[in-house]
T-cell receptor, first 114, second 109 residues
Framework: NAGVTQTPKFRVLKTGQSMTLLCAQD?????MYWYRQDPGMGLRLIHY???????AKGEVPDGYNVSRLKKQNFLLGLESAAPSQTSVYFC?????????????FGAGSRLTVL | GQNIDQPTEMTATEGAIVQINCTYQ??????LFWYQQHAGEAPTFLSYNVLDGLEEKGRFSSFLSRSKGYSYLLLKELQMKDSASYLC??????????WGAGTKLIIKP
C-alpha cells in the first residue's frame, strides 16, 4: 500500500506564479486535509474535505483553493504565489472524524516562493 | 484563543527515560494525540487519550488529566532512533485538531 502520496516533493516558484499540489490516497479514506508546517509553529489546517465533492475552509485558507473531484485525490492550488506561502505542505487522510481518528500523512511538499 | 504548549527542545541520554509535557487550553475536548516526526519526514501516530489516565504502548506511554488540561508522553529505554520531534494535538469541540509546535528531542550517546 502506498498510503498517502504527494507530488511534487519540492518546488520553487516566483511571486505571482500558480501551481497545484496533488495528494492521492489508496486507503478509501473519507476525510482528507491539507496542512502547512512552518518553523516554531504547529501544523495549521488550510482546507479539508469530508468526502468526494466536498471542501471546507480550515484555519488559514486565504490564498489557496482545493478540489476533491475523486474520493482518492485532494488538490491544493495556489493561484498567485506569495513569499508568505513558503512552507512545507502536508496532506493527510483519515477514515473518520471521531474516536481514535488517526491521520495518515504524506511525505510533504517543500515549496519556496521567491 | 486555543493554545497548546510544549517545550521547544529537550535532551536526554540513550537508555534513559524522558517525559515530554503538553498543556492545552481549547474550546472543548474530544481527545489528545501524540505524533512523532523525524526530521524531513511526515508525522506518524503514537498515541491517543480521551479518558484520564495512562495509556501504555511498549516503550511509550501517554498520560492525560482533563481537569488540568495536561498530558505527557513518557519514553523509556531511549534509543538513538527516538531522536525526533514529538507533536501534541488536541481535538476541540468542533472536531478540529489543534497542534502544538512540537518538542525536538535530542538523544545523546
Amino acid at each position: 500500500n502506498a498510503g498517502v502520496t504527494q507530488t511534487p516533493k519540492f518546488r520553487v516558484l516566483k511571486t505571482g506564479q500558480s501551481m497545484t499540489l496533488l495528494c492521492a490516497q489508496d486507503m478509501n479514506h473519507e476525510y482528507m486535509y491539507w496542512y502547512r508546517q512552518d518553523p516554531g509553529m504547529g501544523l495549521r489546517l488550510i482546507h479539508y474535505s469530508v468526502g468526494e465533492g466536498t471542501t471546507a475552509k480550515g484555519e488559514v485558507p486565504d490564498g489557496y483553493n482545493v478540489s476533491r473531484l475523486k474520493k482518492q485525490n485532494f488538490l491544493l492550488g495556489l493561484e498567485s504565489a506569495a513569499p508568505s506561502q513558503t512552507s512545507v505542505y502536508f496532506c493527510a487522510s483519515s477514515l473518520q472524524e471521531s474516536g481514535a481518528n488517526v491521520l495518515t500523512f504524506g511525505a510533504g511538499s517543500r515549496l519556496t516562493v521567491l | 484563543g486555543q493554545n497548546i504548549d510544549q517545550p521547544t527542545e529537550m535532551t536526554a541520554t540513550e537508555g534513559a527515560i524522558v517525559q515530554i509535557n503538553c498543556t492545552y487550553q481549547t474550546s472543548g475536548f474530544n481527545g489528545l494525540f501524540w505524533y512523532q516526526q523525524h526530521a524531513g519526514e511526515a508525522p506518524t501516530f503514537l498515541s491517543y487519550n480521551v479518558l484520564d489516565g495512562l495509556e501504555e504502548k511498549g516503550r511509550f506511554s501517554s498520560f492525560l488529566s482533563r481537569s488540568k488540561g495536561y498530558s505527557y508522553l513518557l519514553l523509556k529505554e531511549l534509543q538513538m532512533k527516538d531522536s525526533a520531534s514529538y507533536l501534541c494535538a488536541v481535538r476541540d469541540s468542533n472536531y478540529q485538531l489543534i497542534w502544538g509546535a512540537g518538542t525536538k528531542l535530542i538523544i545523546k550517546p
